[in-house]
């Protein structure tokens, strides 16, 4: 079982920054990877960012060049730095692991998600 806790969110002007934190308790053996989702008013979940187990990171066409995920294996937490916002980018975020099955292959955790807000 793992939990998911994402925290950073908040309202900030266009072009500005913020810093999206997400801790994790509970233990997994194999981790396919961590990430990023969101989902705005009326559509649907889609992806931001996610970063694998050996490191290798992805990126929507959207937050390439403005977005950087990273991760404390120490802490066990990880991390979106989302600079140049745009009012688009207003959505909840949520956090996810991605935790390998033995049956499916793949079993994803969520956490509760962070609201952010970007006014023009």
């Known amino acids: 079982q793992v939990q998911l806790a994402e925290s950073g969110g908040g309202v900030v002007q266009a072009g500005g920054s913020l810093r999206l934190s997400c801790a994790s308790r509970?233990?997994?053996?194999?981790?396919?990877?961590r990430g990023w989702y969101r989902q705005a008013p009326g559509k649907e979940r889609e992806l931001v960012a996610t970063?694998?187990?050996?490191?290798?990171?992805r990126y929507a066409d959207s937050a390439k060049g403005r977005f950087v995920i990273s991760e404390d294996h120490d802490k066990d937490e990880i991390y979106l730095l989302m600079n140049s916002l745009k009012p688009e980018d207003t959505a909840v975020y949520y956090c996810?692991?991605?935790?390998?099955?033995?049956?499916?292959?793949?079993?994803?955790?969520w956490g509760q998600g962070t609201q952010v807000t970007v006014s023009s």
């Open positions: 996810n692991t991605d935790v390998f099955d033995t049956l499916t292959g793949s079993y994803h955790y």
């Open positions: 509970g233990f997994v053996v194999r981790i396919n990877s």
């Open positions: 970063i694998a187990g050996d490191g290798t990171t």
